[in-house]
């Protein structure tokens, strides 16, 4: 079965002034950054896997091809962030989905 990754774009984390990291920002630059992804879960995401960004605090939900990953800066807990390169993103009705504390999540691509 082919996955998906699921990025968290929250309202809030945009709120905050972190602008690049709204689900806007994401959907119009293309590029989810600094998200910690893990080696097992971007082992399971080939390129042309099904990206969604979802910003559950305006119920919002989009959907994106995988162009790669390019490594960011670590994390203060020693793990990889990784920004997520997108192409050809739409607009796809709203369903939540359930995150890790890191705000990704790998699905199954129904």
Known sequence: MKK???ISAPHSKAASG?????????????VGPTYIISDSEREQLPIGSKVVILDNDYEK???AQLKGFSKAEMAGNGQQRYDVHLDKPKMVPYKKERLNRNGVAVIDDV
């Open 4 to 6: 998906a990754l699921v």
């Open 18 to 30: 972190n602008d690049f990291h709204s689900f806007e920002g994401i959907f119009t630059s293309g």
């Open 61 to 63: 939900r989009a959907e």
